[in-house]
């Protein structure tokens, strides 16, 4: 039975060709033999036909299969402005599809690849229902298809990038029997607090653009996604059945994690690791551009060590793998990668580091005197190019000892905004070095100089969920609105999303807090923004006495093997 989890949230989809879709043309043909079919058609079990293309060797049969399952096309390759910054290397064969595994290679290796449109995206039937229960139900059943085929050995695996990591989550868990191991890399896995509602800010500029250029072209009709939002701006039963059955997912799963994708993928696949059920799961933690590290080859033998033990029964090293590698990012592409047993790392203590606003600094104990500071996010920018975000207030902590961070992040607030309904709260960390300088990382897969770390917080969704949040990790439940007291600050804990770092000897640690994005890229960018705040009056902080502020830090006391070195080192491969 097809599921529809919403009625009359539907509108009519782009139409294919100002996509760039070239049209229907189904075909076959060989070359540096490797068989390519095109337009294939897959019928659903309610009878709407999907289509997919195949990729296999030419003359062999009873070969393994990868599935690719996303909405861009599987026609298309990656977008110019993504593709110029993401310092892909080696350069893609021609014809690679937008985050998805590179045909080529693993027909070489003796794999099929297939690639497949969802329903109702571009010319296959129905209507789209983005990461729904329907989509999923298709997956399970595309995944039937491929292990069935003559040229079939029976064994599925799943691999891609972003949106084709969350179609794995959700496929996976229906427990197709065909169905044997899945590598998602960078997915986010609570669509509502990591990619739409970040701490109950409604995120603006990356979600145009996905849904205006990336996604939404049809022959028929598609989820109207802002009616959506309209209709429900508190986490609701709309959501809950979005929501992906992690812990049902049994079959081995390989994830991989990129700390340069805060606002994005960074929480959801770590939380997407740990909740999975499989009882053989593996996680790389890198700090690399997601694109560039899913294309490198070190990382792409990885994959097929992986995909080659469980498609192929192949006997090769993949016992010796750690449980979890993580790479503590120094600079770009350097630092220490080390093994561990766990994520976090089973040596983390997570150590308070308290405000002091008469100094700006974070000390080890509470300040014994109280003390304000503040800003005003409702002033008016003075220069160009300069916005609200730019009325901040700054903590530091430098280190004396080297130290590495490895977890997620909380910090306590009390603050308040006097004559405000509400305030949105936007947190940084940020690494500067010896000299004081801003030390900047891969952001958002093709982008540099982000920070370490963000955090976000609506006061009036402070409340938190008491089932999900720890001392660690406070999660919010964005179930109701709570206005701000008429007098007097309040306690605001907000998530700050998990970071991996490495610091030296007088290396400090840089808290920003303010009240708008602190970091703001041009609007042509695929990158996060936030253009709809609850912002009428000046943030005041307040620290010492009875108002501790808190940050919350996962600090590595003790480490497992390392994998590269034990120091400051660059890590080419990076698992």
């Known amino acids: 039975m097809a599921i529809a989890p919403t009625q009359g949230l539907f509108t009519q989809s782009k139409p294919p060709q100002t996509g760039g879709y070239?049209?229907?043309?189904?075909?076959?043909?060989?070359?540096?033999?490797?068989?390519?079919?095109?337009?294939?058609?897959?019928?659903?079990?309610?009878?709407?036909?999907?289509?997919?293309?195949?990729?296999?060797?030419?003359?062999?049969?009873?070969?393994?299969?990868?599935?690719?399952?996303?909405?861009?096309?599987?026609?298309?390759?990656?977008?110019?402005?993504?593709?110029?910054?993401?310092?892909?290397?080696?350069?893609?064969?021609?014809?690679?599809?937008?985050?998805?595994?590179?045909?080529?290679?693993?027909?070489?290796?003796?794999?099929?690849?297939?690639?497949?449109?969802?329903?109702?995206?571009?010319?296959?039937?129905?209507?789209?229902?983005?990461?729904?229960?329907?989509?999923?139900?298709?997956?399970?059943?595309?995944?039937?298809?491929?292990?069935?085929?003559?040229?079939?050995?029976?064994?599925?695996?799943?691999?891609?990038?972003?949106?084709?990591?969350?179609?794995?989550?959700?496929?996976?868990?229906?427990?197709?029997?065909?169905?044997?191991?899945?590598?998602?890399?960078?997915?986010?896995?609570?669509?509502?607090?990591?990619?739409?509602?970040?701490?109950?800010?409604?995120?603006?500029?990356?979600?145009?653009?996905?849904?205006?250029?990336?996604?939404?072209?049809?022959?028929?009709?598609?989820?109207?996604?802002?009616?959506?939002?309209?209709?429900h701006p508190l986490l609701d039963d709309f959501w809950a059945s979005r929501a992906f059955q992690l812990e049902n997912i049994e079959v081995p799963a390989f994830f991989v994690c990129s700390m340069g994708n805060h606002g994005t993928h960074t929480r959801g696949t770590l939380e997407a690791y740990r909740r999975a059920g499989s009882s053989q799961k593996w996680l790389d933690v890198h700090g690399r551009k997601e694109w560039r590290y899913y294309y490198t080859p070190d990382n792409v033998e990885r994959q097929r060590t992986f995909f080659d033990h469980f498609l192929k029964g192949i006997d090769n090293d993949l016992d010796s793998w750690p449980p979890v590698r993580v790479e503590y990012r120094d600079r770009t592409e350097t630092g220490p990668v080390r093994d561990e047993t766990a994520w976090p790392p089973a040596g983390v203590h997570h150590s308070p580091f308290h405000l002091d606003a008469s100094t700006g600094q974070m000390l080890p104990s509470s300040p014994s005197r109280a003390a304000t500071a503040g800003y005003d996010p409702t002033k008016s920018p003075t220069e160009p190019n300069r916005h609200a975000g730019d009325q901040r207030s700054v903590f530091d902590l430098t280190f004396d000892e080297t130290t590495d961070l490895a977890g997620p992040v909380s910090l306590i607030l009390w603050a308040e905004s006097p004559g405000a309904a509400d305030m949105d709260v936007f947190v940084t960390l940020d690494k500067l070095d010896t000299a004081g300088n801003r030390v900047g990382y891969p952001l958002a897969a093709y982008l540099d100089d982000g920070p370490l770390a963000y955090g976000w917080m609506r006061a009036s969704r402070r409340e938190l969920d008491p089932a999900l949040s720890t001392a660690e990790r406070p999660v919010q439940a964005h179930r109701r609105d709570l206005p701000l007291p008429e007098h007097g600050p309040i306690r605001l804990d907000i998530e700050i999303w998990p970071i991996t770092a490495h610091f030296h000897p007088g290396e400090t640690l840089r808290l920003t807090i303010a009240g708008a994005d602190i970091y703001r890229w041009p609007a042509e960018h695929f990158v996060n923004g936030h253009d709809f705040l609850n912002n009428t009056a000046p943030h005041i902080l307040h620290t010492g006495a009875d108002h501790d502020c808190v940050l919350r830090l996962p600090v590595v006391t003790a480490s497992s093997t390392p994998a590269e070195d034990a120091g400051d080192v660059s890590s080419e491969s990076g698992a």
């Open 22 to 231: 070239p049209g229907f043309r189904p075909g076959s043909w060989v070359e540096d033999g490797m068989r390519s079919d095109r337009d294939v058609a897959v019928p659903m079990r309610d009878g709407t036909v999907v289509y997919v293309d195949v990729c296999r060797p030419e003359g062999a049969s009873q070969v393994p299969v990868l599935l690719a399952y996303g909405p861009y096309g599987k026609h298309n390759g990656f977008p110019p402005i993504l593709a110029a910054g993401a310092d892909i290397e080696p350069p893609l064969p021609a014809g690679t599809r937008f985050e998805a595994p590179v045909a080529q290679y693993w027909v070489r290796h003796g794999y099929a690849v297939v690639y497949a449109d969802p329903r109702g995206c571009w010319w296959s039937e129905g209507d789209a229902s983005p990461l729904s229960l329907q989509e999923a139900e298709d997956g399970h059943d595309l995944v039937e298809w491929a292990g069935t085929q003559p040229w079939s050995n029976g064994k599925v695996g799943m691999s891609g990038v972003s949106y084709l990591a969350m179609t794995q989550y959700a496929v996976a868990a229906t427990r197709p029997p065909h169905l044997a191991a899945i590598n998602p890399c960078e997915g986010i896995s609570d669509t509502y607090r990591e990619s739409i509602f970040h701490g109950g800010i409604l995120e603006t500029q990356f979600s145009l653009h996905l849904t205006g250029e990336l996604i939404g072209f049809g022959r028929n009709k598609t989820e109207d996604a802002f009616s959506e939002l309209l209709a």
